[in-house]
């Protein structure tokens, strides 16, 4: 059994994003016509007891408080949270660690790039790597996530690279190879994919989608140049690293003969119209088989 | 006039704290007894509409989506927030520099020391400096709070160090003595205090107290031994940097004479008896002329 929570399903800044008063925004404001979301990441579970958070977004304190399974119950201190796993740098995928501080032990896996960014910050001194760990990922093997006690989990974690970009604040350091991940998490008989971000979708991810049961794909833009004809930003989704839903070589064109597995869009940024609950692509995707992420979701997969 | 909103009540790691079950957060948790509390900060203002947020909470997002004073509205986007005054380096004084990420200008003013630990810290380049300028802050002057139109916000800002510790993550660099700030506000008629860690009551902190209208104090601890009693931490107070409410040389002692400042306590850590609303040191407090923080919770200086 592989359970999953939907901590968060927004692309940075969240939905709403602080600084916007752009329609969606407002919406998700006022609570009318959209949902509000906070930052990605997911929790995943092999027995509905012990977690792995993967991606620590900046949301992550209230995440956790909105998360009943992930609040410790019995002694003065403790957490069901097992580790977390990192798909990249980003603020938006690890400003959450300094949420996780007061010497709680857990185990952090990043690909040896994103442990570097780590490293080279001291504020994520505040994890004392004696107390939790920092264990490098082996891209394209298999790996048992271990709960604390050192017991498996019964999830088997493979990362894999995937386009990307270096993270905003290190872009002057330039690009590597394990900058971006995919993760794949498997009970041995179920599979979920996790690539909340992806710059280009190669055949190697069309294979892994298509042999999947479950899947989160990067749902960040609707369209390549959203944000620029918004006047949101100068941006384009390639140069932040984001191949774009409904564009040619998308997700939903890409991966519209994989019929076999769930597919849910997340890591949506504040533009993308698919977060208007009645919008035309909203419509759109549904109507192509994917789900459009909300917090608190919930999803399993059943070991028959 | 000087307006003023606790975004944040609580002490580092929030109340309640991820990763804690004991009595207080439970109560937090479950609303039974005691209200759950964000991170320090407070939101200032001379016009009810430009505000200047002092400590950058890791909680800010969620402190900005629950307060509509610091909702942007009209343009596509912008903030009301005009600057950000930071008193320290410290995780729950800084992480929500991150949030204010977007290429929204505003203005970052700390001490010296602690522009030295963001400089330290590259993530915090998300903030480009060209965009948000870093402004080191001469202690012991007055300096007048811009808007970020230019014209002065009509309010005096007074930065001075009081003692305290380095942030967790450099405490290896030994302490210097700008690492700790109190910072006090007037419009010329009322003045406010904001000191949300002090290690130490000195005599000029008294005269300050005594002189002022409105004052925000450090209420991490109720006793210097708290978090060693009950299990929770080995460290005392001292060692976090903070003198005790209730101890001899703490705030209800020192300041027991200084009739003239509403006192407010805040910075209150979940291991503080005084956050459950019906305990003899809640009462002692209020009997004592303090008002115990809480998040929302509004102030006004009014000029006669």
């Known amino acids: 059994m592989i359970d999953v929570i939907v901590l968060g399903a927004a692309a940075g800044g969240g939905f709403p994003q602080w600084n916007s008063a752009a329609p969606g925004c407002v919406a998700a404001r006022t ?5 509000a979301r906070t930052q990605a990441s997911l929790a995943v579970s092999a027995d509905g007891k012990r977690w792995f958070i993967l991606n620590a977004s900046p949301d992550l304190r209230q ?94 974690l493979t990362a894999f690279a995937v386009p990307g970009k270096a993270p905003l604040y290190a872009e002057a350091a330039g690009s590597r190879p394990d900058e971006t991940l995919g993760l794949s998490i498997t009970d041995g008989c179920k599979t979920m994919l996790f690539i909340p971000g992806c710059a ?62 769930r597919k849910v869009l997340i890591h949506i940024n504040n533009s993308n119209p698919i977060l208007f609950e009645d919008s035309p692509e909203r419509k759109d995707v549904e109507r192509a088989g994917w789900t459009v992420a909300e917090d608190g979701m919930t999803f399993r997969l059943d070991t028959p």
């Open 31 to 35: 609570r009318q016509g959209a949902k």
């Open 63 to 156: 995440q956790i408080i909105d998360t009943p399974a992930l609040h410790h119950q019995g002694s003065l201190r403790g957490t069901p949270i097992q580790g977390v796993v990192l798909t990249c740098g980003e603020i938006d995928a690890i400003t959450g660690l300094l949420t996780l501080r007061e010497r709680e032990p857990f185990t952090l896996m990043g690909s040896d790039s994103t442990l570097q960014q780590l490293a080279d910050n001291p504020i994520f001194g505040a994890l004392d790597p004696e107390i939790v760990p920092r264990v490098p990922l082996i891209l394209d093997e298999a790996t048992s996530l271990m709960n604390k006690d050192g017991i498996p989990s019964g999830l088997l």
């Open 200 to 261: 280009q979708i190669t055949s190697e991810i069309v294979e892994r989608v298509a042999a999947a049961d479950l899947v989160f794909f990067d749902g960040t833009l609707w369209r390549d140049d959203e944000m620029i004809r918004a006047g949101l930003s100068p941006k384009s989704g390639q140069r932040m690293g984001h191949v774009s839903v409904n564009d040619a070589g998308g997700p939903v064109e890409c991966f519209t003969t994989c019929e076999k597995p």
